[in-house]
């Protein structure tokens, strides 16, 4: 038999290739070498300029994905999460700087636009699936790697307490699609707080837009994510004690040992 975790995605090479390098790359690498020597400034040899900058930043996470979708042989949602944002990040890009080396105006309110869409998609997708044959739920939280559901599910149909059973999916799917409502309203409030005075005029705004998405990038990982893994863990913890009561199954015995 084939073990199961030898496919399962590592999640600190998805934080570090996801997140933290793309950081440091818009952050060290984006200045342009003529620039800085229009400027009167040293060019360091790992400046490659703003565009090769983004190019790099954006292959990292793409190509991730790629590779994980070829040694997994089957679909991942987390990584088609972020392939998701990759493309929109790439295309937003291209469609904001212009040829003469400015940016649009309106960067600012498009870009935090795109990071507010993907949680906020996320949160209603989660909703309209509960009554679907695959309620998102179950990708994200109650799944087979977390609980016993097989168990679980036969000891609701013994005492016949289906309806007190999807009550209880349903609460946590609302718990759950919040937690993105929220992460979409503050994806939006971070974008702006990083680009106000942004002045997508100056011959350096390009190397500036790059620097304000890293930290707009490296920011949310930390002020956004943090909240929202508390919010599922939260989440988590109310549906295992909602079904302890309602199966009489030990916690430790509602999930899978580890």
């Known amino acids: 038999m084939s073990n199961p975790k030898a496919t399962q995605e590592n999640p600190l090479a998805n934080i570090l290739i996801n997140v933290i390098i793309p950081v440091l790359i818009l952050s060290y690498l984006s200045k342009d070498p003529a620039l800085q020597e229009k400027l009167g400034k040293i060019a360091k040899p790992w400046h490659i300029g703003p565009h090769k900058a983004m190019v790099l930043a954006l292959i990292l996470p793409l190509g991730y994905g ?8 089957k679909g991942n949602l987390f990584s088609a999460l972020g392939l998701a ?8 890009t291209v469609y904001l700087w212009n040829a003469n080396g400015t940016v649009k105006p309106n960067a600012g309110i498009l870009f935090g636009v795109k990071e507010a869409l993907i949680p ?10 509960h ?27 013994e005492i016949a307490a289906e309806k007190e059973y999807h009550e209880l999916l ?9 937690s993105f409502f929220v992460s979409s309203l503050l994806n939006l409030g971070l974008a702006q707080w990083f680009f106000r ?31 929202i ?30």
């Open 170 to 178: 349903l609460g946590a799917t609302k718990l759950l699609a919040a």
């Open 197 to 227: 005075g942004f002045d997508a005029h100056t011959i350096s705004a390009l190397e500036t837009y790059n620097a304000i998405i890293a930290k707009v990038t490296g920011w949310g990982f930390a002020v956004i994510g943090a909240p």
């Open 120 to 129: 906020l998609v996320l949160g209603i997708a989660i909703l309209t699936s």
């Open 85 to 92: 944002s990759v493309l929109l990040s790439g295309g937003l």
């Open 131 to 157: 009554r679907s044959p695959n309620p998102l739920i179950r990708a994200f939280l109650y799944n087979d790697s977390i609980f016993d559901v097989p168990k679980i599910e036969r000891r609701i149909a």
């Open 229 to 258: 893994l508390a919010c599922i863990f939260f989440t988590l913890q109310r549906l295992l004690k909602g079904l302890e009561k309602l199966t009489g199954i030990k916690s430790d015995d509602l999930m899978l040992p580890r």
């Open 66 to 73: 790629i590779w994980h979708y070829i040694k997994t042989r």
